[in-house]
């Protein structure tokens, strides 16, 4: 049995800066993302949350989760997925996740509380507990309560903070997680990738598949390859290739600064980075901001660089961007609903529970109207059958 770990992907995001072609980059990472695991033939992809990036996306992230996801779909690849703090409403609304189960596309392990369960996938069965984004005192409730599944094979999922990563804020430590009673961890929240073991137990973040600023800017971004099928559990790392770099440069004087960009062989990026500088020396009093910004403004209207940002003491943080590529025109979240379920009843229903998932008694209404209605069970039926 094999499984692809990935965590992070945050559709929808434009970070930094709200550039278009930025949002562009976290659909087409995460296209890459469902491509390794079709070609490595994995029975199932882990999500281990923030699959959005917000808890309501625009029709783009929409479109081209769909897009990307049926993929998997008809590759016979199970989706499973549990939320993150981004795809979590802040009132009683529905977690936007719950659209891709709601269109047969995914399998929502937990979007509120934890939850234990046996899956059959196309090598066998596998027994999963998964444990949502919860505050630190929620999480540390939860894993009281959590059971391991009665399954030969069983795998953690969970979005939360180790105590380990030495991060504010951070909900649970290694002997709590109850590791022992799985063969494999799979965790989200953490940005970048970070792997151990406990009780001999595999305890891994994948990292995000996009870099959301400088921060997390590390030169690679990864997926996890898990092999469930001997008793010691294989993790593989498959290096992805469609991320957005950036280069990061601290320095001391404006001439450090011409010489580092001197060296830089931009012919080399699939895409032009993102530029990050901070300068910090003693010789401050010397350098013309100013100065410093036309030029990496050049380097920008050039194409060389999608955008920049300068740090120096005494001056509030700037950024300038390049002219924007117009995303590709992509259909309205009504017309992707429409022409995924191929059914203009079935499709009303799903878009009214998307459009008034705020209000948790016409959600309730609806759902009694689905049960009551036998010639559109009877559909439902069909369409499942087909999927």
């Not at 290694?174 to 022992?180: F, H, N, V």
């Not at 921060?215 to 992805?240: C, G, K, M």
């Not at 500088?277 to 030029?295: A, F, H, Q, W």
């Not at 689905?370 to 999927?387: A, F, H, T, Y």
């Amino acid at each position: 049995m094999q499984l692809l770990h990935v965590s992070d992907t945050h559709l929808g995001s434009s970070r930094p800066y709200k550039l278009r072609e930025r949002e562009l980059d976290f659909y087409e990472v995460f296209d890459e993302v469902v491509e390794v695991a079709i070609r490595e033939r994995v029975d199932a992809v882990l999500h281990c949350g923030d699959f959005f990036d917000e808890p309501r996306p625009n029709p783009q992230a929409y479109y081209y989760a769909f897009k990307s996801l049926r993929k998997l779909k008809d590759a016979g690849i199970e989706f499973l997925v549990v939320a993150g703090q981004h795809d979590q409403p802040k009132t009683s609304a529905l977690s936007p996740i719950k659209v891709l189960e709601e269109v047969g596309l995914a399998k929502v392990l937990a979007t509120d509380r934890p939850t234990t369960k046996v899956f059959n996938i196309r090598s066998g069965e596998l027994g999963i507990t998964a444990i949502p984004y919860a505050d630190p005192q929620a999480m540390q409730e939860y894993i009281k309560n959590v059971r391991k599944p009665e399954s030969g094979r069983r795998v953690l999922m969970a979005h939360l903070l180790l105590k380990e990563l030495n991060i504010p804020n951070a909900h649970l430590s290694l002997p709590e997680l109850k590791c022992a009673d799985y063969h494999y961890v799979a965790l989200g929240d953490y940005h970048s990738r970070y792997e151990t073991t406990y009780d001999g137990v595999p305890v891994v973040y994948p990292g995000s598949t996009e870099a959301l600023d400088y921060l997390e800017s590390s030169n690679e971004r990864f997926v996890a390859i898990v092999d469930l099928s001997t008793t010691n559990v294989l993790v593989n790392w498959v290096r992805l290739s469609k991320f957005r770099r950036w280069l990061v440069f601290n320095v001391e004087s404006y001439n450090e600064l011409l010489k580092l960009l001197g060296r830089v062989n931009y012919s080399e990026f699939a895409k032009p980075p993102i530029l990050y500088v901070r300068i910090s020396g003693k010789d401050l009093m010397n350098i013309n901001p100013r100065t410093v910004s036309e030029y990496l403004r050049g380097l920008r209207d050039s194409g060389k660089i999608i955008a920049y940002r300068l740090e120096t003491p005494g001056v509030s943080e700037d950024f300038e961007e390049g002219p924007h590529e117009e995303l590709p025109p992509a259909p309205t979240l009504d017309s992707v609903v429409h022409s995924l379920l191929k059914d203009s009843k079935i499709a009303e229903y799903i878009l009214n529970i998307i459009k008034n998932c705020d209000d948790e008694g016409y959600v309730e209404t609806l759902i009694t109207a689905l049960v009551n209605d036998q010639e559109l069970i009877n559909k439902l039926e069909r369409l499942v059958r087909s999927k």
